[in-house]
C-alpha cells in the first residue's frame, strides 16, 4: 500500500547546512522541486557557529593563495563561477546588507541567525516549498 506521506522531488538533497540551504533556493529559483534531508534536528546549524556567531559570510580579498590546495586554478575556477559580487547581490537581493571588516564580510546585523532565518524565509517564499520539505532523518 502506498503511503499517502510518500511526496516525490526532482531533487533531494542530502545535507541541510550552507551548501545545501544554497542549493535548495537555487533549484527552487529555476522551478525544480526539491528537498532537504537533515539528520539533525535543525537546518543550518552550524551558519549559528560561523564567525563567532555574526557570520562572515564572504571575504573581499578572494585569491587562491588563501587556499592550500595544489591546484590553485581550479580553485579560483570554481569561485568564479559565484564569486564574491555575486555572493553579495544575492544576499542583498534577499534583504542581506553587509558590513565588513579589513576585507571579512557580515551581514549588517552581525547575527549569523539573521542570514539563517532568510535562507529559511526565501525556500518558503519560492512556490514549491513549505516546511514539510525539510525530513529529519536520524
Ligand atoms: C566554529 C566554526 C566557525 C566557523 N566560522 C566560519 C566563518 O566565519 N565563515 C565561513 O565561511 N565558514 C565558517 N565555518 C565553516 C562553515 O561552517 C562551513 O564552511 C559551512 O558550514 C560549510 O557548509 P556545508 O553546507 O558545506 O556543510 P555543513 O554546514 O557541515 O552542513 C552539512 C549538513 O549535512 C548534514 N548531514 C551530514 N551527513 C548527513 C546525512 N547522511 N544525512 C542527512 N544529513 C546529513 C549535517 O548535519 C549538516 O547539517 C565555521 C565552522 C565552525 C565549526
Not at 537533515?38 to 559570510?57: A, D, M, P, R, V
Request: contains cysteine; aromatic residues 12%.
Amino acid at each position: 500500500m502506498k503511503s499517502k506521506y510518500v511526496k516525490k522531488h526532482e531533487c533531494v538533497i542530502i545535507g541541510g547546512g550552507a551548501a545545501g540551504m544554497m542549493a535548495a533556493v537555487q533549484l527552487a529559483g529555476y522551478g525544480i522541486d526539491n528537498c532537504i534531508i537533515e539528520h539533525t534536528g535543525k537546518i543550518g546549524s552550524k551558519i549559528l557557529q560561523t564567525g563567532n556567531g555574526k557570520c562572515n559570510f564572504t571575504n573581499l580579498n578572494m585569491s587562491s593563495e588563501m587556499y592550500q590546495n595544489k591546484d590553485n586554478r581550479l580553485v579560483m575556477e570554481v569561485i568564479d563561477e559565484f564569486d564574491v559580487q555575486h555572493t553579495l547581490k544575492f544576499f542583498k537581493s534577499i534583504g542581506v546588507y553587509y558590513t565588513q571588516k579589513d576585507g571579512y564580510v557580515y551581514p549588517h546585523s552581525k547575527t549569523a541567525a539573521a542570514l539563517r532565518y532568510e535562507l529559511i524565509l526565501l525556500k518558503r517564499k519560492r512556490k514549491q516549498f513549505s516546511m514539510s520539505d525539510f525530513f529529519i532523518f536520524f
